[in-house]
T-cell receptor, first 115, second 115 residues
Framework: GNSVTQMEGPVTLSEEAFLTINCTYT??????LFWYVQYPGEGLQLLLK?????DKGSNKGFEATYRKETTSFHLEKGSVQVSDSAVYFC??????????????FGKGTKLSVIP | ETGVTQTPRHLVMGMTNKKSLKCEQH?????MYWYKQSAKKPLELMFV???????ENNSVPSRFSPECPNSSHLFLHLHTLQPEDSALYLC??????????????FGSGTRLTVV
């Protein structure tokens, strides 16, 4: 089946540090890949996406590149801020056949940025 | 405000009560979803509606009953719940089926506590 594996959290960084949150996936076929972010007390927000191999998604200083050869979609940011503290979810959507699609989320990685 | 509105934000109910969660979107999206988010578990897809027809029910107990009267509104009717049903219930919508291209737009969720 399809699955998404994220690095275990929580991750604690100082302001302006470099961020990497690893995400790897298993899928039969060619999925679309997403990162969602959930701020405290809120629902999930789409952060960025990539729909085919070698695409780079970017938004708000975050980037992730769809790597088919390593089945990865790692999230990076060069300089984090306190306001980036949230839970980050990696996800994939794929056509499971017969017009059926399946959206699979990772368990989430909690990021805390301290001043 | 993401464009997907959920009410109420918080709900406390007894195990014998009947209540309903409401979700509303005016984004012109064609598909709507209910997810359950419990602590330390991946998001669980509960129901999918596409063009007002239920297209997926992921083995959800019958004490949860969805209703989609039109493409802008989605309800989750609750009755005789158990304490383990306490969770954050998230509604989402997508422009394309399963958000393959544009991802999902989530509401802020209803925090449900069953006592």
């Amino acid at each position: 089946g399809n699955s998404v594996t994220q690095m275990e959290g929580p991750v604690t960084l100082s302001e302006e540090a470099f961020l990497t949150i690893n995400c790897t996936y298993t899928a039969t076929g060619y999925p679309s890949l997403f990162w969602y972010v959930q701020y405290p007390g809120e629902g999930l927000q789409l952060l960025l996406k990539a729909t085919k191999a070698d695409d780079k998604g970017s938004n708000k200083g975050f980037e992730a590149t769809y790597r088919k050869e390593t089945t990865s979609f790692h999230l990076e940011k060069g300089s984090v801020q306190v306001s980036d503290s949230a839970v980050y979810f990696c996800a994939l959507t794929i056509n499971s056949g017969a017009g059926s699609y399946q959206l699979t989320f990772g368990k989430g990685t909690k990021l805390s940025v301290i001043p | 405000e993401t464009g997907v509105t959920q009410t109420p934000r918080h709900l406390v109910m007894g195990m014998t009560n009947k209540k309903s969660l409401k979700c509303e979107q005016h984004l012109g999206h064609n598909a709507m979803y209910w997810y359950k988010q419990s602590a330390k578990k991946p998001l669980e897809l509960m129901f999918v509606y596409s063009l007002e027809e239920r297209v997926e029910n992921n083995s959800v107990p019958s004490r949860f009953s969805p209703e989609c009267p039109n493409s802008s509104h989605l309800f989750l009717h609750l009755h005789t719940l158990q304490p383990e049903d306490s969770a954050l219930y998230l509604c989402a919508s997508s422009q394309d089926h399963y958000g393959l291209i544009y991802g999902y737009t989530f509401g802020s969720g209803t925090r449900l506590t069953v006592v």
